[in-house]
């Protein structure tokens, strides 16, 4: 009976020891993001040490100030060109990383000249006192991007615009999506000359306490489902930048754009006909004869 005894507690002990390894993995979830009232004093627990901080956002006439605890974090003078596309700013709170006690402050500075393309955006934290100031724009500036004319080009000259806001009224649900492990989603439009506008994510990782973003957007096309007749053959592939051929679309077929991506600073666009879909780079699409726009 002891051996028995003996047998069944050392059962119990590994049973227990091997569930104490298992560690459940967590989904990350979207943090929430609350709106900052401007020109107005609000209290808030921005570093977890318990004592709340005041903050303040002014902004008249193209100028930014945004203050903590009375002491001036940012004054910036915008310019803008005529009255109505002075820039807007907008202050939200936020959680990046839910593991510390830290909050995140995003300043957003945008104008009305392309419907609400950021001029800036800027993450602030602040830790016991000391305010820390982490200019997103100016990371994602050294990112690689295809070029296209001055005449498509908005104010960051690149292949794509950093989240053009279509209502204008400031970020909208999902142009920045906080999954509080370090990871921050971006909404930005990109502009082919050959196919218009469509929409994707940069994605951006907390490193060393900044945010900062190493590849290309790519996503699905959410605004609607866009389609065009083929006035040529058109080959598809199983890959973005892959030579091995799914199928070849006759001209005359009607084919949907589902989605994009960069390989190698190239452009694909992921298409759809019946029950089958492929990849293509963006000079094909030269073959396709667009029935709407890929713009909302």
Not at 4 to 32: E, R
């Amino acid at each position: 009976m002891k051996k028995i005894g003996k047998k069944i507690l050392a059962i119990l002990v590994t049973f227990f020891l091997l569930n104490s390894l298992i560690v459940p993995v967590q989904a990350a979830n979207k943090v929430k993001i609350s709106r900052i009232s401007a020109n107005r004093t609000t209290n808030l627990q921005l570093d977890g040490k318990g004592g709340k901080e005041k903050v303040k956002l002014t902004y008249k006439k193209g100028n930014v100030r945004l203050t903590i605890n009375g002491k001036t974090v940012l004054n910036k003078n915008y310019k803008y060109s005529m009255e109505w596309n002075q820039p807007k700013v907008e202050l939200i709170m936020t959680d990046v990383n839910t593991r510390d006690k830290e909050k995140d402050l995003f300043l957003a500075v945008y104008n009305l000249e392309w419907c609400g393309t950021y001029q800036e955006l800027i993450r602030v934290t602040y830790r016991s006192g000391k305010i820390y100031i982490d200019p997103l724009l100016k990371t994602l500036k050294s990112i690689k991007s295809p070029k296209i004319s001055n005449k498509f080009a908005d104010m960051s000259k690149r292949g794509y615009m950093l989240n053009p806001i279509e209502s204008c009224k400031g970020l909208t649900k999902g142009d920045l999506i906080v999954l509080g492990n370090g990871t921050v989603k971006w909404h930005v439009c990109l502009f082919s000359g050959t196919a218009g506008y469509f929409h994707g994510y940069i994605t951006l990782q907390l490193k060393s306490g900044r945010l900062k973003a190493s590849h290309y957007p790519s996503g699905t096309i959410t605004e609607m489902s866009v389609s065009g007749t083929l006035k040529g053959n058109l080959s598809i592939y199983n890959r973005a930048g892959s030579s091995k051929k799914v199928a070849t679309i006759s001209k005359g077929k009607k084919v949907t754009v589902i989605g994009f991506t960069f390989v190698k600073n190239r452009l694909y666009m992921k298409v759809q006909y019946g029950k089958r879909n492929g990849w293509v780079s963006q000079n094909a699409l030269k073959a396709l004869r667009w029935d709407g726009t890929l713009h909302a």
